[in-house]
T-cell receptor, first 114, second 114 residues
Framework: NAGVTQTPKFRVLKTGQSMTLLCAQD?????MYWYRQDPGMGLRLIHY???????AKGEVPDGYNVSRLKKQNFLLGLESAAPSQTSVYFC?????????????FGPGTRLTVL | AQSVTQLGSHVSVSEGALVLLRCNYS??????LFWYVQYPNQGLQLLLK??????LVKGINGFEAEFKKSETSFHLTKPSAHMSDAAEYFC????????????FGAGTRLAVHP
């Protein structure tokens, strides 16, 4: 099992450009999450999904959109990138065992917006 | 609202010394608590979790944490630090009704010197 994978690993955008980050998991997990990590702020939840075809907003959803068309994939889109979106983005997934079930994280995508 | 505070953004210890990383939480409902570790340029990996079964929780790599409700704390300890423990550590909380989300602390970077 590959676990949680993220594509791409690195990306540089210019202000106003758009892009999509792909997260894939092969553990048949129901829950998937997108976080951003900024120095001194830990991880903050952008959007999450509790199942195929469903999405919900997290703490910092502005400027991002997501889609979960297939259970194994969770896409994060930036329609018009801004320098404030320079960050490291992590995807995670979790099964249905309950609140104490572990979230499994991908390796991250480092995004720079110039 | 739920929140997590990690005291000390940077902690430095000598190899062989005690490691103590502090985490305090705020929750209006019984919390479930987690410690994750992040090695350089990697995703997060679960160290241990409190699920209300036992207040003293043992995790991987010799780490343990004790849930103290009266102090609203979940500090992470290891009796003897190893060079390979150098990483960033995150405390996180989830709770019933929280839609299986995690709220993370800002993180503590642990340095281990010879």
């Amino acid at each position: 099992n590959a676990g949680v994978t993220q594509t791409p690993k690195f990306r540089v955008l210019k202000t106003g450009q758009s892009m999509t980050l792909l997260c894939a998991q092969d553990m048949n997990h129901e829950y998937m999450y997108w976080y951003r990590q900024d120095p001194g702020m830990g991880l903050r939840l952008i959007h999450y999904s509790v199942g195929e075809g469903t999405t919900a907003k997290g703490e910092v959803p502005d400027g991002y959109n997501v889609s979960r068309l297939k259970k194994q994939n969770f896409l994060l889109g930036l329609e018009s990138a801004a320098p404030s979106q320079t960050s490291v983005y992590f995807c995670a997934s979790k099964g249905l065992a309950g609140l104490t079930d572990t979230q499994y994280f991908g390796p991250g995508t480092r995004l720079t917006v110039l | 609202a739920q929140s997590v505070t990690q005291l000390g953004s940077h902690v430095s210890v000598s190899e062989g010394a005690l490691v103590l990383l502090r985490c305090n939480y705020s929750s209006s409902v019984p919390p479930y608590l987690f410690w994750y570790v992040q090695y350089p340029n990697q995703g997060l990996q679960l160290l241990l979790k409190y699920t209300s079964a036992a207040t003293l929780v043992k995790g991987i790599n010799g780490f343990e944490a004790e849930f103290k409700k009266s102090e609203t704390s979940f500090h992470l300890t290891k009796p003897s630090a190893h060079m390979s423990d150098a990483a960033e550590y995150f405390c996180a909380v989830s709770w019933s009704g929280g839609y299986n989300k995690l709220i993370f602390g800002a993180g503590t970077r642990l340095a281990v010197h010879p």
